[in-house]
């Protein structure tokens, strides 16, 4: 079945270390995206990319980073300067950047201990 | 700033009761819509969603959203809601290009359906 594969699901980590979260698509989509979802806030977007190699941020990309060497995939870093990184993180993918209908993941949910 | 605001944080209700969910967005110009909707347990998918046309739109699971461009709404609407429908419901925007072309989420409602 094609879809979109986040891992871990569940993740823990000690306040100062980097994490890097896991996000692989067989949809054959060119744009990727990653999502923080908080109670009461929606969605927001932290990083996207419309094609391998090329990313922008988002609206809260700082203390994130991220990479696209594939197609397929589009890891997400949670680094050590992100001030508040306990969160549900949701990865995406559509046909293009032009197109909003997007496809997510099923999340994972990161605690900083 | 350019925002989606979705009025109702919480949502409580008994089943075959109505349901309508609020959605205002502040983009001027041509806009996507969209309603996505996350079951318990289940990742995010899409509801509905307007590009043009007919501003009523009808979705998955009987659900229907009408676009109304003079008051920069789209609200959600289901006459009849079951149990099944309890979730956490988010509208959606995508901006014009010269807002940065980018989908952009309301803070989302939770829908609690009493059996």
């Known amino acids: 079945d094609g879809g979109i594969t986040q891992s871990p699901k569940y993740l823990f980590r000690k306040e100062g270390q980097n994490v890097t979260l896991s996000c692989e698509q067989n949809?054959?989509?060119?744009?990727m995206y990653w999502y923080r979802q908080d109670p009461g806030q929606g969605l927001r977007l932290i990083y996207y990319s419309q094609i391998v190699n090329d990313f922008q941020k988002g609206d809260i990309a700082e203390g994130y980073s991220v990479s696209r060497e594939k197609k397929e995939s589009f890891p997400l870093t949670v680094t050590s300067a992100q001030k508040n990184p306990t969160a549900f993180y949701l990865c995406?993918?559509?046909?293009?950047?032009?197109?909003?209908?997007?496809?997510f993941g099923e999340g994972s949910r990161l605690t900083v201990l | 700033a350019q925002s989606v605001s979705q009025h109702n944080h919480h949502v409580i209700l008994s089943e075959a009761a109505s349901l309508e969910l609020g959605c205002n967005y502040s983009y001027g110009g041509t806009v996507n819509l969209f309603w996505y909707v996350q079951y318990p347990g289940q990742h995010l998918q899409l509801l509905l969603k307007y590009f043009s046309g007919d501003p009523l739109v009808k979705g998955i699971k009987g659900f229907e959203a009408e676009f109304i461009k003079s008051k920069f709404s789209f609200n959600l609407r289901k006459p009849s809601v079951q149990w099944s429908d309890t979730a956490e419901y988010f509208c959606a925007v995508k901006a014009p290009r010269a807002a940065g072309n980018k989908l952009t989420f309301g803070g989302g409602t939770r829908v609690l359906v009493k059996p």
């Open positions: 949809l054959n989509h060119d744009a």
């Open positions: 995406a993918s559509s046909i293009d950047l032009g197109i909003g209908e997007l496809f």
